[in-house]
């Protein structure tokens, strides 16, 4: 899948990525980048399960997206699913 925005439109997945960046108070470079200091792969893990949930885009598609395995994005998007159901994750929408 094929992410087209207009110029000046940020495509939903940057979109989700910006709010990951926010609530972690981390730069979306930070995010992009390949650190695997903690607070930093939280706000990844997060991402990736944000983009995953709001998207239809596989886990091949987030991983090229955000320059990693489809393997790690399955593993992010199952870490925060247990964090959420352990409720060590709230939520804020």
């Known amino acids: 899948m094929t992410h087209y925005t207009a110029p000046g439109i940020e495509s939903v997945p940057n979109l989700l ?10 730069s979306v470079e930070q995010i992009k980048s ?9 706000s990844r893990q997060y991402a990736a399960w ?33 964090r959420i159901q352990r409720n060590q994750l709230l939520i804020q929408e």
């Open 50 to 82: 944000l983009i995953r949930e709001n998207t239809n885009m596989t886990f091949k598609e987030i991983g090229n997206f955000m320059n990693t395995d489809h393997a790690t994005i399955m593993y992010s998007c199952k870490t925060i699913k247990e």
């Open 17 to 26: 990525i910006m709010k990951a960046s926010l609530k972690y108070n981390v």
């Open 34 to 42: 390949k650190t695997r200091r903690q607070p930093i792969a939280e």
